[in-house]
């Protein structure tokens, strides 16, 4: 009674708010130290899926795809999903639908995560296969480039899992997406944004790691 009350008081407060004016906060929640904050991120992945959404001839997605990307991480910047974070990206979802946000970009940030563990469901939509792939691969290039890539049986940054999750959805889903030109796309992200300085030889071993996982 006392979690559920709880509950209550934090979508109370965070209601008051739209996640859009959330997504600034975010430049004050680190992703790490050698990248930046997670608004940062954001900023990539956005950039990502709407590569991604015109590399796949789905120009109209594009705005989707984006508005998704942007919002997906406001979120953690609530009160619900610093009480209890086993709900990032779930409170997002219903944020975003209670908000009025189209339907797309709602299921799109609820399945960013997915699939959570080995066995777990996959994203069903475009948007959401689209925004949980450009998550995950920004997160290994980005670890990569900066020297973090993992070692032995050492993963503490979850990139194998992390592969994994991306080997399953391109290859249980109906997306066709070339991933050493997303790669390439990845790195050259990097540079621009001026955090670390991808090369060709990281994209290489990028898609090396992901090959293994396959």
Known sequence: SARLSDAKYFFTEDSKRPLHEKVPALHGVMFHHKLGTVRQKVERVCDLVEWMAEH?????????????AFLAKAD???????????????????YARHEGEPEDVCRAIGEQYLPRFPDDQIPTSLPG???????????????????????????????????????????????????????????????????????????????????DRL
């Open 76 to 94: 953690l910047t609530t009160g619900m999903v610093g009480e209890f974070p086993t709900l990032q990206g779930i409170m997002g979802e219903e």
């Open 129 to 211: 296969v689209l925004l949980a792939v450009a998550d995950r691969g920004d997160a290994i290039t980005s670890f990569f480039a900066a020297g973090m890539a993992p070692s032995g049986s050492e993963d503490p940054l979850g990139l194998r899992r992390a592969a994994y999750g991306l080997v399953r959805i391109v290859i249980e889903t109906p997306l066709r997406l070339n991933i050493v030109s997303a790669v390439d796309r990845m790195v050259k992200i990097l540079g621009e944004q001026g955090m670390v300085r991808g090369t060709s030889q990281h994209a290489a071993e990028v898609v090396a790691f992901i090959i």
């Open 56 to 68: 796949l001839n789905r120009s109209d997605l594009q705005d989707i795809c984006r508005r998704s």
